[in-house]
């Protein structure tokens, strides 16, 4: 068989078993060239994984996630030896978040990681060990959220004032945002744009209301 007739099914069908080649036509060709539909001439072999891959969870190798897990188990709060001097007043605050009904679990990060990502994914591995729970997860200079009880816009506007540098006041911080009552933006905006399109159209029927008595009238005044 000749090297350019290939199939395209491959490219897209997850349920093709392992075995076949990814290639470019209209039916499906096994590594051996046998196949029992016509096919269509197509001369550039298409490739691309089998799989789509997606990003695994980075953990920063100075980070032992089961001690990290095991210290929140105890009052919520796990630090590193530097940081220890703040774990009194941490615990305050995550008293003070559980008399407000948060269960809030604290994780200091003694030194940044190259991006903030990998402190998402501490928060996440934490918050899928103690369900229910909203963690907090700080370095230095960055933050990481998780939590199945405030949603993403919440929390990313809590992480937004929980990069201090202080444990502690970031902690405040993070759990004041949680609990702040903002005004209710998204409903008065659909309220507002709803008020102007009755505004629009009722001025609209009051024109062609006019327009309508207009002609009538003028209708009604002609002579005969």
Known sequence: MPRHWRSFTAVMDPSIPKGYDIFASSE??????????????????????????????????????????????????????????????LRQVVEEAKQKGIDLKIVVIEKNPPIDTPLRDIATDVGHAYPGSTVLA????????????????????????AKTGDPVQ??????????????????????????????????????????RAAAANAASNTPD
């Not at 051996?32 to 969870?57: D, K, M, N, Q, W």
């Not at 659909?190 to 008020?195: K, R």
């Open 170 to 211: 970031s902690s405040k911080n993070f759990v004041s945002e949680l609990t702040t009552q903002h005004f209710p933006w998204t409903p008065f905006t659909i309220v507002v744009v709803v008020a102007v399109l009755a505004a629009v159209v009722a001025t609209r029927v009051l024109q062609v209301r006019g327009k």
């Open 138 to 161: 700080i370095s230095p200079t960055w933050a990481g959220t998780y939590s199945t009880t405030f949603d993403r816009v919440t929390l990313e506007a809590g992480q937004d004032v």
């Open 28 to 89: 499906l060709v096994d590594r051996t060239g046998s196949c029992s539909h016509p096919l269509i001439e197509y001369r550039a072999r298409v490739t691309g994984p089998h799989v789509i891959p997606f990003l695994p969870s980075y953990i920063p190798p100075d980070v032992d996630m089961n001690v990290v897990k095991a210290d929140v188990a105890d009052d919520g709060v796990s630090v590193p030896p530097v940081d220890a001097a703040d774990v009194p007043a």
